[in-house]
């Protein structure tokens, strides 16, 4: 009965023995595809941060522009601009 009882432990360890390779293998290829997601999603993220920034700063400096051309525009309009009070000395 001990050589029946050994034998069954020594298959049940080597079962478990590749259930654990097994396991071991199967967990480095689920880390190395994680990493892998991880970098795609970090470059992603990435990428919607530097959109982010340029079309937050194209916003404030296309709404700088418009000011000041809309500023131009009445200051010409007004004759308060330099080179309106130019034009309107010399016209005779």
Same mark, same amino acid.
């Given at each position: 009965?001990? @050589?029946?009882a #050994?034998? #069954?432990?020594?298959?049940?360890? %080597?079962v !478990? =023995?590749?259930?654990?390779? &097994?396991?071991?293998?199967?967990?480095?290829? $689920?880390? %190395? @595809?994680?990493?892998?997601? #991880? @970098?795609? $999603? /970090? &470059? @992603?993220?990435? +990428? !919607?941060?530097? =959109?982010?920034? +340029?079309?937050?700063?194209v &916003?404030? =400096?296309?709404? #700088?522009?418009? +000011?000041?051309?809309?500023?131009? =525009? *009445? /200051? $010409?309009? $007004?004759?308060?601009?330099?080179? /309106?009070?130019?034009?309107?000395?010399?016209? *005779?």
């Amino acid at each position: 009965m001990s @050589i029946a009882a #050994g034998v #069954g432990h020594f298959s049940q360890s %080597i079962v !478990e =023995l590749a259930h654990g390779i &097994f396991a071991a293998v199967v967990g480095f290829f $689920q880390s %190395i @595809i994680g990493v892998i997601v #991880g @970098i795609f $999603q /970090s &470059f @992603i993220q990435f +990428l !919607e941060g530097i =959109l982010a920034f +340029l079309i937050n700063n194209v &916003f404030i =400096l296309a709404t #700088g522009a418009a +000011l000041m051309f809309a500023y131009v =525009l *009445y /200051s $010409q309009r $007004q004759g308060t601009t330099p080179v /309106s009070r130019t034009i309107k000395r010399k016209s *005779y």
